[in-house]
């Protein structure tokens, strides 16, 4: 039996919306990316959602749109991919990682409002595995450092604080405290990668919640400049009669969805509810199982929140890295595929290079050597989670 770790889910609903696309003559962002965009605001409880190419991208631009860049520093954690962290290099910020609390895959919240200096202006919290992160004290760490807070410009003004931009890769369709995830922080960033519960192929969509003295419409038409090359006319509008002229109204980027891509996303969430409780569903019988080994699992689900359910991270308490290694290969040689999620970005080179030391991060590095992750998706049938959860337990036993 082979069991992939994370392929995408596509039905013949989707292969009919990217055929209607085709067909349609329009294949570049268009009506299609607008109804995506539409159906996302009402997902998430907002008034406007804005889709691009990539979550990074929407990370990015938000950072560029807030005017963050050379002198100013953004505070993310050290146990995430580097998307979460790259973006802050690209706009000249200075990167500040926090490390996890001990026993946990959040940032140590306790250490966070230390963090937090005069050159702060935004936090990137990590909503990891589709879990969303603890934004009470998140919060709570920015109105404690508020007094130091100095605007460089209007949109900063307009929050007079610390501004949270969530990075919620895992986490559409998550709920915390009754609220949706992109109805929480100040911004949210989702991915609709291939290996997302959701996925547009490659993707992602950017949220925010209304911000008093800034008007949305505005705040719209800046993603739309900057994803468009700082074209002040989109491809639909240019092909209007007579409409061929336009203005570049400042150097941007290229980074737009696509109606192609929108299409998939469009039949990804019809189906959404079920492929959403397929995961719960499939989590519910890993946590069954391993409630006897000695393991520590991600909790995707209690009172008062509901994960996306993206990945089902398994701790193999008191083990090492070699242990850990191990069981992922004898996993792999029964044609189960299984991952880690994350090696702490101290450990890569690029970050190394900035002058990261994991020794500073003692709990996040404590994290990384005994996680597996294993394969959770809507591919997966019964008869494979049983074949899976056999297999592991057998290999983690002996």
Sequence with gaps: MKISFSPPDMSELEVQEVSDTIRSGWITTGPRTKEFEHLLAMCCGTDKVVCLNSATACMELILRVLGIGPGDEVITSAY???????????????LVLVDTAPNSFEMDYSKLADAITEKTKVIIPVDLGGVICDYDKIFAAVEQKKHLFLPNNEIQKAFGRVIVLADAAHAFGAKWHGEMCGNIADFTS????AVKNLTTAEGGALTWRNISGIDNDWLYKQFQLLSLHGQNKDALAKTKLGAWEYDIVYPAYKCNMTDIMAGIGLAQLKRYPEMLYRRRRIIERYNEVLKECDVQVLNHYGEDHSSSGHLYLVRLLGKDIEFRNEVICRMAERGIACNVHYKPLPMMTAYKNLGFDIKDYPN?????????????HTCLSDEQVE?????????INE
């Design 80 to 94: 995430t991919y580097t998307a979460s962290a790259s973006v802050i290099c690209h706009v000249g910020a200075k």
């Design 190 to 193: 989702f991915s609709f990668h």
């Design 364 to 376: 996040a590095f404590d994290m990384f050597v005994n996680e597996v992750t294993l394969p959770l």
């Design 387 to 395: 074949y899976l959860l056999s297999n592991f337990m057998e290999i």
